[in-house]
C-alpha cells in the first residue's frame, strides 16, 4: 500500500456512492484515492470499521498519517487532494463551519438506495 494514497471506504451497494466513485476517480490524476466498499466482509476486520457507522457514512483514511475523516469531511478531503477541486475547498470549508455541508451530506446519505450487487435492472436512482 502506497504511503501517500487515501482509502475511501463506500457503499458497494449504493448506486449513488459508486457513482460518486467514478466521477472521484476521473479527475483523480494524481492516483491519490483508493475505493473499497465496505460490503466485504474482509474489509470491515481489516481496517476494524464499525458496521454502523460505515454504513451511515462514507469513510476515508489517510495512510501517510492515519487519520479516518467520514462524510462531509471526506468531501473535503476530495477537495484538497484533487487540484481540479481545490478552488472549492473554501466554499466547502464555509458550508462545514455553517454546519450545512454535514445536514446536506446526512439528508442526502439518509435518502440513499441500498441495492444489493445484481438486484438493479435498470438504471438505479436516488429517491427523494
Known amino acids: 500500500m502506497e504511503k501517500n494514497k487515501i482509502i475511501v471506504f463506500y457503499d458497494g451497494?449504493?448506486?449513488?456512492?459508486?457513482?460518486?466513485?467514478?466521477t472521484i476517480t476521473k479527475f483523480d490524476f494524481l492516483r491519490k484515492f483508493e475505493f473499497?466498499?465496505?460490503r466485504d466482509p474482509e474489509v470491515m476486520s481489516k481496517y476494524k470499521l464499525d458496521a454502523s457507522k460505515v454504513a451511515l457514512e462514507m469513510h476515508s483514511l489517510n495512510v501517510k498519517n492515519g487519520k479516518m475523516l467520514k462524510g462531509f469531511d471526506s468531501f473535503i478531503r476530495f477537495t484538497l487532494f484533487l487540484p481540479l477541486f481545490i478552488p472549492f475547498a473554501p466554499l466547502m470549508y464555509t458550508l462545514k463551519l455553517l454546519g450545512l455541508g454535514d445536514k446536506t451530506y446526512n439528508?442526502?446519505?439518509?435518502?440513499?438506495t441500498i441495492i444489493p450487487v445484481n438486484q438493479c435492472d435498470q438504471e438505479c436512482k436516488i429517491n427523494f
Open 36 to 38: 473499497i466498499s465496505f
Open 107 to 112: 439528508y442526502i446519505a439518509s435518502k440513499r
Open 13 to 22: 451497494w449504493c448506486p449513488l456512492c459508486k457513482k460518486t466513485k467514478k
